[in-house]
């Protein structure tokens, strides 16, 4: 057994339960989820989620993609394969990490999945449409994304020039903040603070948080009344 005697994990306020960082986009028609986490299948089960049309990767990093084999509960009551909208980044290291999905020889039940390749082109999911920014994970692209006025960004350290003119004009931003001390690949809170100043966006909720940040509570206090932390549950309408 492991124990914890930090702040955040010894806090009773529910929205200090941080699992990995992901979200479900949804439309009347359409639902996608941003990332499966090795928490998708608690993620999906906690919201009763019935129906996903799609999987949509930001970028290859573990605990972004971790979770993929569990949408084989959506391929046995859909009856169909999984659209998962990756660039070829990681789409190798998902036929890496899930060999036995993509073998020529496959043995039932694993996965299945439709592997559509996307760049930096806008595309459609259903009746939604999504606009890829790209952001930098230390030297390593990863996508943002951009649906109607809302933003998501996880994973990111600096932003182009050309990238930050595609979130201009979002109403809302879900940004990473890891921590308050420096990091080589994440934005710190008070980089991401500055971030949305820079970009004047008027409603911001901060994401991909460490326990070190502290106490959700207490870290709002600090924070301009237009940012607030991002807690699991967080519902957003656009």
């Given amino acids: 057994m492991i124990a914890c005697s930090c702040e955040v994990c010894t806090s009773v306020n529910p929205k200090d339960k941080r699992l990995r960082s992901s979200i479900l986009v949804e439309s009347a028609a359409t639902s996608f989820v941003i990332d499966t986490t090795p928490d998708f299948r608690q993620q999906m089960l906690r919201i009763n989620n019935t129906r996903l049309d799609a999987v949509l990767f930001t970028h290859p990093h573990k605990d972004h993609i971790a979770g993929l084999d569990d949408v084989r509960a959506y391929n046995f009551f859909q009856q169909r394969a999984m659209d998962v909208y990756a660039n070829s980044l990681t789409e190798e290291a998902l036929k890496r990490e899930f060999a036995y999905a993509f073998a020529d020889k496959r043995y039932p039940g694993v996965p299945e999945l439709n592997l559509v390749t996307i760049d930096e082109s806008p595309f459609d999911i259903g009746d939604i449409t999504v606009i890829p920014i790209r952001v930098w994970h230390h030297k390593m692209p990863v996508y943002g994304f951009r649906i109607k006025d809302f933003t998501y960004i996880t994973d990111a350290n600096r932003i182009d020039p050309a990238d930050k003119e595609k979130i201009k004009d979002s109403k809302i931003i879900v ?44 870290v709002n206090q600090e924070l301009p009344p237009y940012i607030r932390l991002a807690h699991d549950g967080l519902q957003l309408t656009v």
């Fill in 175 to 218: 940004l990473n903040a890891l921590r308050r001390a420096p990091h080589i690949s994440h934005f710190t809170l008070s980089e991401a603070v500055a971030l949305v100043e820079e970009l004047e966006i008027p409603e911001a909720y901060f994401t991909h948080i460490s326990h070190q940040l502290g106490r959700h509570d207490n």
